[in-house]
């Protein structure tokens, strides 16, 4: 069994997180609860322990603290940190310093046991000793961009906004677009542009829709709006795009 340390002022979230670990049945066991981070950190100087769950605003020594303090001492955590939507850039600070992974309150059992699960397999895979390399720290908000990928992969070109596919995995609209730009180099509403503008490409060579029905299927209400756009990125109109390679057009042609 792991062993957990929680860290909340709060004890009510401390007895509902608690209730949750042991309602998953994983192999894992909250040994010990702290109201804030000086009280934690004293614990782990004279205990063992394989993961704590922090929260980030604390009286006394919050959790960005006692994350700092904790990486001053000999051994080697890995932590957690539970916040709300509207401190990002705490979760961003922290995810600099080096925690495992974070949770949004109100903490959902499916995401706890998600989170819990992902860590057990890390630590499956390293051993127990091993603390995670920088690569692997880096790559904890790319597995967030690869859920919201995945999302928009599944989603219709029409449907997909930034708010959509923040809510699609729970964090933050500002979160969202700020990894955007850390982990592809490019806007989030670039991207989809983007992606809107090659199955524009697309439907244009392969069908013959009218330019009103495309643009409507990759998610412009304006087709002067989308019009500009495609010939922004692709350099010449849809229409012209169309007469130059549509594959429709060839194959009249062979018919004659």
Known sequence: MKKILLVDDERWVRAALKWTINKLNLPLQVVHEAPNGLEALDWVKKNDVDLILTDIRMPV??????VKELSGLKGEYDVIVISVHDEFPFIQQAMRSGVTDYLLK?????????????WLSKKSNKGMTSKPTMSEKENIPLSTIERVLDYINKTPLDQITLKEAAESIHINPSYLSQLFKQQLNKKFVDYITELRIEESKRLLQNTTLRMSEIAERVGYS??????NNFKRIVGSSPSEYRNINSKTSDDKLKKR
Not at 222 to 227: E, K
């Open 106 to 118: 109100p903490v959902e059992e499916s995401e706890i046991k998600v989170c819990l699960e992902k």
């Open 222 to 227: 304006d087709l002067a709006y989308f019009s």
């Open 61 to 66: 020594m919050d959790g960005l603290a006692l």
